[in-house]
């Protein structure tokens, strides 16, 4: 379970954002990772080298890092959120090629492409390869999606056809089903809408709307398909932010609308799947703000250029996890 999204702000600050679902403990936290990092595949244990800085949420396993969510110097940011069920990937590694197991796949996407169409040109030289082999121990089933400087957003779901790029125009993604059956779905919900029902007579009788009843319909559990409805319908309706600040504030009010609290989606082990953090990805600013589940404080990062010309290893920044407060008095 996870849900993401793009949103520009008047100032034409691009963002991309995400909370992220998850029984498993990730114990990701922001993260930057330089130029030329170099990490091992999991797969083929062959050595590979970014070519640009990522910035993220990052969890080191053995010598690696894995990047749930991210951006780069340039602005190319990326998510990666769970297809149970649906992600086919290839089943035997194609030579000549570069071959990763999922997990692999936002470094290699962040490390060396600069921005969209760099990234739909490259492509054809990956294949994700359906393995145990990745630092989980499992193969993972995860679609992805990626948003650059320009606020173009597409998404990438390995559904057994290669790694095709589709725009995602409505600007949302969240777990199976298929962005494509997300989309057809917002059919059945063209009628809600934000303002209140007027007076209707039925027969001699008039009926008085009882209160305010905006948003008649909309879906409010924690489903991926309600969650995909409720992120699009409030980003579509949503005051548009004025500046980059503003569209943070606004952004974390619409995560925090699908935001899963402990204990409300169980799995059959009794683990509760819950929102372990939210990020938001400021790709004008190259500015990242995190949110823990246990501190709604939220933190800021920056990627600075004296970061990426002078930072040559890897850094994690830990945040506080139990929550603070501000004393007004």
Request: negative net charge; hydrophobic residues 35%; aromatic residues 12%.
């Amino acid at each position: 379970m996870c849900t993401s999204l793009s949103l520009g702000a008047l100032d034409g600050s691009k963002f991309l954002a995400r909370t992220m679902d998850f029984a498993f403990e990730l114990n990701g936290q922001p993260t930057f990772l330089p130029e030329n990092y170099e990490w091992i595949s999991s797969f083929d244990k062959k050595t590979y080298t970014t070519d640009y800085a990522i910035m993220g949420t990052g969890a080191k396993y053995g010598n690696n890092y894995m990047v749930a969510d991210g951006f780069n110097e340039y602005g190319l940011s990326a998510a990666e959120l769970y297809f149970v069920n649906a992600a086919k990937y290839d089943d035997e590694p194609t030579a000549g090629k570069t071959n990763l197991v999922s997990e692999e796949f936002i470094l290699w996407a962040l490390g060396n492409n600069k921005n969209i169409e760099e990234l739909r040109k490259n492509l054809e030289n990956v294949r994700i390869i359906e393995s145990d082999a990745g630092v989980m121990g499992q193969n993972q089933p995860l679609h992805f999606i990626f948003s650059d400087a320009t606020g173009a957003t597409y998404v990438l779901e390995p559904e057994g056809d290669g790694l095709i790029l589709e725009e995602d125009k409505v600007g949302v993604m969240t777990n199976t089903p298929d962005y494509d059956w997300h989309k057809t779905n917002l059919a059945n919900y063209l009628g809600t809408q934000t303002t209140g029902f007027k007076a209707k007579k039925f027969g001699d009788e008039e009926v008085i709307p009882a209160g305010s009843n905006g948003t008649f319909r909309l879906p409010g559990g924690f489903t991926a398909v309600d969650r995909f409805v409720r992120t699009a319908f409030i980003r579509n309706e949503i005051e548009e932010p004025k500046d980059a600040q503003q569209a943070v504030n606004t952004i974390l009010h619409i995560l925090d609308s699908v935001t899963v609290p402990r204990g409300i989606n169980m799995k059959d082990n009794g683990e509760p799947s819950y929102t372990q953090y939210q990020t938001v990805l400021d790709l004008t600013n190259k500015i990242m703000y995190y949110v823990p589940y246990g501190n709604r404080t939220v933190f800021e990062l920056k990627m600075t250029d004296d970061m990426i010309k002078n930072q040559k290893e890897p850094k994690e920044f830990e945040v506080a996890l139990k929550q603070e407060f501000s004393s007004l008095n």
